[in-house]
């Protein structure tokens, strides 16, 4: 699947003063690092980083209806993706649909990119606070994974990818809702897909896509710098989303020169020294789509500590992992102009709020009230007796009665990219639908 042409990937505005933030775990001690941060990121703020710009509405961020390809879904399974629609099957699968795009200008773009940038070293500072004060707990961590995540953050142990999730509609500050750091899906939508979308129904135009490439390079770093061989690709084979994942994750480490082995995360075994697969052959590095706090509970969670085997994504992306986080951020950055107010106490928060599961996932379990104890809307599921965190309830924007949530990802520490999903509801769940985007040309040509 190695992809040809341009992107739009480069650094941009402020990006030598978030370097310096980002070099902070290495040059500080624990205890100043944050602090450091935080006065780094308000430099940005009020030197003018690009987030408080404002645009006439509808400049920056629209809706286009098209009419789709009619062999749309030969050519998806041409790059791998076939898959039974489960729904109109004149528009749409659930992972994707060509009937409408969003358009972008590439300022908004910029714009976007610097607010990742800065999410990005947020999260990292977050992660350091919850170490260093000891707040496992608070965050939904078990102090087994804790001491594992702690461990593994002090070895300075990378990360592939993560993905951002943005309430957005091009103007102004993107808002987090949510940093999906440990088992994020729609990859290979919003890398691949999306791209031949493009260069076959809008060749000449740009997206904000360069995740492919940014992983290629990663793998071939990581081939030197951590001396990676073999890689173990593991997940829930059954699970479509994860299963496409992780597939194409193997096959990008593959391009990268790596070797890559696929393995039903039920198959790891254990041969009295380490981890092994069907072979047997030892694990020496394991990529798995199978959640930290999944794997804290079974059995052979107490062997990954003495265990040699490196981890993609390494422990201590459940603590980014956990909605908790995000009311550490709101402790750490007040009003941050891409943060909203959280707090683990619902009375902490006026006004309609969202209640999160600490580990709930695809929009299941969630429930959004209204400030006086009335649930306004509710989305059921499995993580019903979870602990919760309270957010500030922004509401998606609506373009066409559609509500599209920005997937901004993170690639070995880099922002790469987007992916929008869409609801008809303002809670995104499972059934979204995947919609390609691009840039518009003529924005930046002053047409």
């Not at 070293?121 to 594992?148: K, T, Y």
């Not at 599961?357 to 959004?368: K, L, Y």
Request: aromatic content about 8%; proline content about 6%.
């Amino acid at each position: 699947m190695q992809l040809e042409g341009s992107r739009t990937g480069s650094r941009l505005a402020g990006g030598e003063d978030r370097d310096r933030a980002g070099r902070i775990r290495a040059e500080l001690q624990p205890e100043t690092r944050v602090a450091v941060v935080i006065a780094i990121l308000g430099h940005l703020s009020s030197a003018g980083s690009g987030l408080v710009v404002s645009h006439r509405r509808g400049d920056n961020m629209r809706r286009i209806m098209l009419e789709p390809r009619p062999d749309w879904r030969d050519k998806l399974a041409n790059i791998g993706m076939d898959l039974d629609t489960g729904r109109d099957e004149a528009t749409a699968s659930p992972y994707w649909a060509e009937d409408a795009a969003y358009v972008f200008s590439p300022d908004a773009i910029e714009r976007l990119h610097v607010a990742v940038d800065d999410l990005a070293v947020m999260i990292e500072a977050a992660v350091e606070h919850v170490i260093v004060h000891n707040r496992f707990a608070e965050v939904g961590v078990s102090s087994e994974l804790g001491r594992l995540a702690a461990a593994s953050w002090e070895a300075d142990e990378p990360s592939l990818y993560g993905r951002f999730d943005l309430c957005w509609n091009g103007d102004g500050p993107p808002k987090l809702l949510e940093y999906n750091a440990d088992t994020p899906t729609a990859l290979f939508e919003a890398s691949v897909v999306q791209w031949h979308w493009l260069e076959e129904r809008f060749p000449g135009h740009d997206q904000y896509n360069s995740i492919h490439e940014g992983l290629i390079d990663t793998w071939q770093r990581w081939r030197t710098t951590r001396g990676l061989g073999r890689v173990h690709f593991g997940c829930v084979p059954e699970d479509d989303d994860d299963l496409i994942t992780t597939a194409y994750l193997q096959d990008t480490a593959v391009q990268a020169g790596l070797e890559g082995s696929l393995i039903d995360i039920e198959d790891l075994g254990w041969d009295g020294q380490s981890f092994v697969d069907l072979e047997p052959r030892a694990i020496e590095t394991l990529f798995k789509l199978y959640p930290w706090d999944w794997m804290a509970d079974e059995p052979f969670f107490p062997r990954l500590a003495a265990s040699r085997v490196k981890m993609i994504e390494p422990p201590w992306r459940v603590i980014a992992a956990s909605k908790g986080i995000l009311a550490i951020l709101w402790e750490l950055f007040p009003d941050h102009p891409c943060l909203l107010p959280a707090a683990f106490d619902r009375k902490a928060l006026a006004g309609p709020a969202v209640l999160k599961p600490m580990f709930g996932r695809e929009g299941a379990s969630i429930i959004v009230d209204d400030g006086n104890g009335r649930p306004m809307m509710t989305t059921e599921g499995p993580y019903d007796d979870m602990a919760r965190v309270a957010q500030a309830f922004s509401p998606l924007p609506s373009f066409d009665g559609w509500h599209p949530v920005v997937g901004a990802w993170m690639i070995g520490g880099e922002a790469r990219g987007i992916g929008i999903r869409e609801e008809r509801n303002l809670i995104t769940g499972r059934g979204a639908r995947f919609v390609p985007h691009l840039l518009d040309i003529a924005a930046r040509a002053g047409q």
